[in-house]
């Protein structure tokens, strides 16, 4: 009897290891799509750097692909289906196009020059804020705290589109966390950020 039940249980790991699927965040390209994104919003016109097709846009070279995960069940002749293992980070929808387009004539228009002052920072979580009020002449202060939180709002917005775009709803927070590395990694010499709930200075 307790060799048939364990047969049993054998017949149904077996079973259910056929029909496994991993799917996991392929963080290398979601940081290779963030930099994309990231330097084309931040970017002056002036220093933007030319790409060598001399084509504008978002497109960038597919990742290499690197060699399926090994999964023991392999051993016992089991291939688990790999959905997505190596997806092509999608950040070209038309809603995040919009959504950077937006982002980067505000980055130039009402936010540069306050992170150049100081008076802007990027939070932990990818977001902006006014770090330092003082920083910003009378006349600014309500078009700035506008501009911040229509930045905050339409950043909210792009990296749930994000997620969605590439089939993953659930990706989002992984892709918010890539992106505010990102916009640190990108900062220009001066800026502010947080790190462990402190400012420091690029």
Known sequence: MR???GLSMVATVVLTACVTINVYFPAAEAKEAAKVFVEKVINDAAEAPKSEGGGGGMAFEAPRLDPPRFDPLMLIGISPAYAQSQPDFN???????????????????????HFDSGALGFTEDGLVVVRDA????????????????????????????????????????????????????????????????????K
Request: aromatic share 10%; glycine share 6%; proline share 4%.
């Open 3 to 5: 060799r048939l039940l």
């Open 91 to 113: 950040i070209q929808t038309p809603a995040i196009t919009a959504i950077q387009s937006r982002m980067k004539q505000r980055f130039d228009s009402a936010l540069r020059p």
């Open 134 to 201: 003082a920083a910003l002449a009378l006349k600014d202060r309500v078009p700035v705290n506008t501009a911040v939180a229509d930045e905050n709002r339409d950043r909210k917005a792009v990296y749930r589109e994000i997620a969605v775009a590439n089939g993953h709803p659930e990706w989002e927070g992984q892709i918010r966390s890539v992106f505010a590395k990102q916009w640190v990694d990108s900062a220009r010499g001066g800026w502010w950020y947080q790190r462990g709930g402190a400012w420091k200075q």
